[in-house]
């Protein structure tokens, strides 16, 4: 949860001047300025814990209050340590300094304790009676030293034995302070804040021991000073931002731990005996009542543990059996109980004579969620996924969490049921995905993919043969418009060929075989801007070059987009450094996909490119489609605005085939609109190719936009697109891709051709300068 900026300097003024008085105290000498600076502190530190804890919104808040209850009565009891000094009336006050004090510190390890519960699942959680047996085995030994000789308590006595209460409780706070940070490291900052804590408040205490006169309970403001000062450090506690994630469930421990823990708290039972012992030592009275009464509370304390750790132990085998078989996130099955499942219902349906279906479930896209809003997004969206799935799901269907983002539903189909029952539960699977998920205030549309295999009664294939068919099928619901796909015997050679292609295709990387070839653009105005489109290809040392429409695809399902995006902009780079030494140096268009746009570093990568290669940033141009900003408009967005800052210009591919939002036009830094070869094919057709092309035009120049028309191959198209206004014509007509060393004669021809047309009447065509489109897309 976030701060506003304003509200975080609040915080920062209010922990800086707590802190100026705390520093005060220190060093203003004893009295009524130094009393009254302690109980602002005091107040302050509360008030901003309290506001830390509203807004960090720990999961478990109980440990807090308790832990600033302590300090409360800490602080109370700190009051009444001062109060004699200043007010020269002691009666009253040592007693109830003393017994706010070691409350204080009874309140304090117990929210340690509640922090440990709280960490842990019920396998290994202490048991609630061991803090009371301790502290009445503390009281009964503590007693015979505050007692007098004859047997009695006073308030000296009391004063007395302050000392030695506060060196317990001393030992206490720092014992179960490492316990937590140390023993049981969360391993977060919040943590290490409440060691700081502890340890600073521990320095006070032994100070205030040094210097406090026996029979007194007041100290040196110094010790005052160091007590405060451990309570602002818990109060800034309360403030981190992982102080939400210190009662995060930890690994469980094993269940024999519990038995050792209540064998060693039965040892209370000695402090009955060493009651005697030090009764005889300092001849003083044995109290037969009160030895009886607190042996039999003992007995009955450690009886009533004897029971709860016994249940204990019992829960703790189940819960780690559960935990076992199940997902920690979703509470899913996990993969080992999936297998026992889907061969329990593999089995049942055989023998019922019926059919079954195994559905294979993925998240699109999920890695975006988590790159973008965090792991703790990602997590929150699955468990919410997970809770859709179960609702959609009968009686006797099984659903688990494979792994990552994939899940798995088994489901048997009745005895006349087949392909058609196992669609159509697809399908209700599919609709859980049609609304929004509200993930931290986020409202997050994620779409998926489900592959799902039919095992009739007489199937031969066992569970793990169900599951990879299943998984075949769900690679290939990727590349479906709904997002469904079942399986069949072709698509296990899709996949072992899209594999092949894969390894192929990253030794081709490796060895520099992903090559660009350039298509001419030429302008159709005097003063216009000529170029290249440049294509990707892939020169196979045995096949020759591979048409991008076999290898991309792969390219994209192997999440190879980075590789193919850092080759491209490489290549584009170091040609047109080539290029600038030509009368007119061109300019150069790279495609980028989606995926392209999101790779981490791709604008260092093009700012790196253009300062070695001393290239001008408007020689570069991204070309984008409409489907990739529509997709992912944010991330997309954010990285075209990053290269648009350093100088690089914006292309628009396709325009007209995708959705055409005006919005990006006017949001984003478009300069080029290129116009889809579908509306130029149909030129001359009676189609609606010359309205939409118009309409292109028209709208490129309300934005002051250039035009470029693709797929011109004949002279009638050229004429054509010249007259409804286009700045910039390629295709066959003027040229073929080709290889950087045969660019300059398709440039040439392409010249010869805009020389031809202007002197057969048509207006000036320019002669064809290179301007460079790498099209990582084909």
């Given amino acids: 949860m976030s701060i506003r900026p304003r509200a975080r300097q609040c915080v920062f003024a209010a922990f800086g001047f707590t802190a100026c008085a705390v520093v005060a105290v220190a060093v203003v000498p004893r009295g009524w300025t130094s009393f009254c600076l302690a109980i602002m502190v005091r107040v302050s530190v509360l008030l901003l814990a309290a506001a830390g804890l509203t807004h960090t919104r720990p999961a478990h808040l109980r440990p807090w209050w308790v832990l600033f209850a302590g300090v409360g009565v800490g602080a109370l009891g700190d009051t009444f340590t001062e109060l004699p000094v200043l007010t020269r009336v002691p009666q009253f006050v040592p007693a109830a300094a003393l017994v706010a004090q070691l409350a204080a510190f009874v309140l304090v390890i117990a929210s340690a304790v509640l922090f440990s519960r709280a960490r842990r699942g019920p396998s290994d959680r202490p048991l609630p009676l061991d803090v009371p047996i301790v502290a009445t085995a503390l009281v009964v030994v503590l007693l015979q030293f505050v007692e007098t000789p004859d047997g009695q308590l006073t308030v000296s006595s009391l004063a007395r034995a302050w000392p030695l209460s506060l060196l317990v409780g001393m030992i206490g706070t720092v014992i179960v302070a490492v316990r937590l940070a140390v023993v049981e490291p969360v391993r977060k900052q919040v943590s290490l804040l409440l060691l700081l804590a502890g340890a600073i408040t521990a320095f006070a205490s032994t100070l205030h021991l040094a210097v406090t006169r026996p029979g007194e309970l007041a100290g040196a403001p110094i010790d005052v000073a160091g007590w405060l000062a451990g309570a602002l450090l818990g109060a800034a506690a309360a403030w ?24 060693a708290t039965s040892l209370t039972l000695l402090a009955i005996p060493a009651t005697l012992v030090i009764s005889a030592v300092r001849h003083q009275p044995v109290h037969p009542w009160r030895t009886a009464a607190t042996s039999l509370i003992l007995l009955a304390l450690i009886a009533g543990q004897t029971a709860l750790a016994s249940r204990a132990e019992h829960a703790a085998r ?18 080992a109980l999936l297998d026992d499942a889907l061969s329990a219902l593999h089995d049942d349906s055989r023998h019922a004579g019926q059919s079954m279906a195994v559905f294979f479930l993925d998240l699109v896209n999920f890695k975006r969620i988590n790159d973008s809003l965090g792991h703790t997004a990602g997590d929150h969206l699955l468990m919410s996924v997970a809770d859709r799935l179960r609702s959609q799901l009968r009686d006797g269907d099984v659903l688990a969490r494979f792994g990552g983002d994939e899940f798995v539903v088994a489901a048997p189909l009745g005895l006349d049921a087949g392909p058609d029952a196992a669609t159509a539960l697809a399908k209700r699977i599919l609709t859980t995905f049609a609304s929004p998920f509200d993930v931290q205030g986020h409202a997050l549309t994620i779409r998926a993919a489900v592959g799902a295999t039919v095992s009739p009664p007489d199937d031969s294939r066992d569970v793990a043969g169900l599951l990879r068919d299943a998984d075949t099928a769900m690679y290939s619901a990727k590349r479906q418009a709904d997002g469904y796909a079942l399986f069949n015997p072709a698509q296990h050679r899709q996949v072992a060929r899209a594999l092949a292609v894969e390894v192929e295709l990253r030794r081709a990387f490796a060895n520099g075989e992903i090559v660009l070839h350039y298509q001419p653009v030429v302008p159709l105005t005097a003063n216009g801007r000529p170029g290249y489109e440049a294509l990707v290809r892939w020169n196979h040392p045995q096949r020759g070059l591979v048409s991008p429409g076999e290898f991309l695809p792969v390219v994209a399902a192997a999440g190879l987009d980075d590789l193919l995006a850092h080759r491209t902009l490489t290549l584009a780079a170091a040609q047109l450094a080539a290029w600038s030494a030509l009368p007119d140096p061109p300019y150069v268009t790279v495609n980028l996909s989606g995926a392209q746009l999101r790779t981490p570093g791709i604008v260092d990568l093009v700012t790196s490119l253009l300062t070695t290669h001393h290239l001008e940033p408007d020689r570069l141009v991204i070309e984008v489609t409409e489907d990739s900003l529509i997709d992912d408009e944010g991330a997309s967005a954010q990285t075209l605005r990053a290269l648009a800052t350093a100088g690089v210009r914006l292309a628009i591919d396709d325009f007209g085939t995708g959705y055409s939002c005006l919005a990006y ?12 070869r579908a509306f130029v094919a149909e030129l001359g057709t009676g189609g609606s190719g010359e309205a939409v092309i118009a309409a292109i035009v028209d709208i490129a120049r309300a934005f002051q936009l250039s035009t470029v028309a693709e797929g011109v191959e004949t002279a009638e198209q050229l004429h054509a697109v010249r007259a409804l206004g286009c700045d910039s014509v390629q295709g066959y007509l003027l040229g073929r891709p080709a290889a950087p060393t045969e660019t300059i004669t398709s440039h040439t021809a392409s010249a010869a051709l805009a020389s031809h047309l202007s002197r057969a009447g048509q207006d000036d065509t320019a002669t064809t300068r290179g301007a460079a489109t790498v099209n990582t897309h084909g």
């Fill in 665 to 676: 036009l006017s949001k984003l830094p478009v300069h080029l609109l290129k116009v889809d």
């Fill in 240 to 263: 981190h931002p992982s102080a939400s994630l210190l009662t995060e469930r930890g690994r469980p421990r094993a269940v024999g731990l519990l038995t050792a823990r209540h064998a």
């Fill in 318 to 335: 189940g819960d780690l059996a559960h935990r076992a078989v199940h997902d920690s996130l979703t509470g899913l099955g996990n993969r």
